[in-house]
């Protein structure tokens, strides 16, 4: 039996924020957007071409609100993974993402830290081969 993630969910405080973030500041295209109800709306956005999508749910009430931008704790716990580190990374800072960091280059790759104007960490990403 295989097995693999086909979303996770990050909370956000409105939908259409959350849109404009990852499909026009980061270029990721928005998969689904259904109303389900008055409030409620199924929004899946991804990067180009890949398989696992993205969640935005938008919070509801204070506990979830109180969880936006702090969902994993503080630490990065989104990994966007790119073939062209530099390039991205260009891309990014002159779209306005903020990046908490330089670029660093480690023994395993390129890596710089930024966070969506929510306050989740993000690493960008590029392995050596």
């Not at 039996?1 to 909370?11: G, K, T, Y």
């Not at 398989?51 to 009430?61: C, E, N, P, S």
């Not at 790759?109 to 690493?123: C, K, L, M, T, Y």
């Amino acid at each position: 039996m295989a097995q693999h993630i086909s979303a996770f969910a990050i909370v956000v405080p409105d939908y259409d924020e959350g849109i404009d973030f990852y499909v026009n500041t980061l270029g990721f295209e928005l998969i689904e957007d259904t109303r389900q109800s008055d409030t409620k709306r199924w929004v899946l956005v991804a990067p180009k071409g890949a398989d696992t999508r993205i969640l935005l749910a938008k919070a509801v009430g204070a506990e979830q609100s109180a969880a936006i931008g702090n969902q994993t704790g503080g630490r990065v716990g989104f990994f966007l993974n790119t073939d062209d580190f530099e390039t991205d990374y260009k891309n990014m800072k002159n779209a306005g993402v903020y990046f908490e960091e330089d670029p660093r280059y480690e023994p395993y790759g390129s890596v710089a830290v930024f966070q969506d104007p929510f306050g989740n960490r993000w690493d960008l990403l590029q392995l050596n081969a």
